[in-house]
């Protein structure tokens, strides 16, 4: 039941790579099929990554030929070296993906950090990704820019790692001004994602996430 509703291509995928979901999984994909916000709070190696990206991922698989070069996901992580390793862990499924049905398009992955070469930023500012990996430092320089605005518009999915550490500090602050102002650019809801092996009071952390006035299925 858990992968009912995900792509003809995504489905048999998922059950060859993994056998079946995790809790995480099985939990948090409904209401992220749903387009709700949502906070996966689960043990390392339980599969929580996977659980926040894989409908996005659906999403654009959908899109086929209509999938315009553009940015829809955005994943935020305060750790650099992380956001390396979401970035080579999903380029590998997402090429198994497009060899297994030739109608899935070519999804793109990037990574936009301070280490970032400035040939590489020019790059990506004239050909976006799909999927876009930074941290809350970057985010901001990229809201700051006319270019990053450019690029960051067509934004619909906010992906936060390691929520806890950046609830209750200047980061966390910071980068909860820049979600506002990422979803007043984009001008509509954004649906917003957090992940992370350790997080309490679970409350606010999602009224971090989403912001007090709104909803956040935990």
Request: include cysteine; aromatic fraction near 4%.
């Amino acid at each position: 039941m858990a992968l009912s509703g995900f792509h003809p291509s995504v489905a048999p995928w998922f059950e060859e790579r993994f056998s079946s979901p995790t809790a995480p999984q099985a939990l948090g994909w409904p209401h992220i099929q749903s387009g709700q916000n949502v906070l996966i709070a689960a043990p390392t190696g339980s599969g929580k990554t996977l659980a926040g990206f894989l409908w996005a991922i659906d999403s654009l698989a959908r899109r086929g030929e209509e999938l315009r070069e553009e940015t829809r996901v955005l994943y935020v992580s305060p750790l650099k070296a992380l956001g390396n390793d979401v970035q080579k862990n999903l380029n590998g499924p997402l090429a198994e993906l497009r060899d297994r049905d030739q109608t899935v398009p070519a999804l793109r992955v990037l990574v936009r950090t301070g280490d970032t070469s400035s040939s590489q930023r020019a790059s990506m500012l004239k050909r976006p990704p799909h999927i876009l990996v930074t941290t809350p430092e970057s985010l901001y320089i990229l809201l700051g820019s006319v270019g990053g605005r450019g690029m960051l518009g067509a934004v619909r999915t906010v992906i936060v790692d390691e929520i806890h550490a950046l609830a209750g500090d200047k980061r966390g602050a910071h980068l909860a001004l820049s979600l506002e102002r990422l979803e007043r650019l984009c001008a509509r809801p954004l649906q917003r994602i957090g992940l992370s092996a350790t997080q309490k009071p679970l409350d606010r952390i999602a009224s971090f996430l989403v912001g007090a006035d709104r909803l956040c299925e935990v």
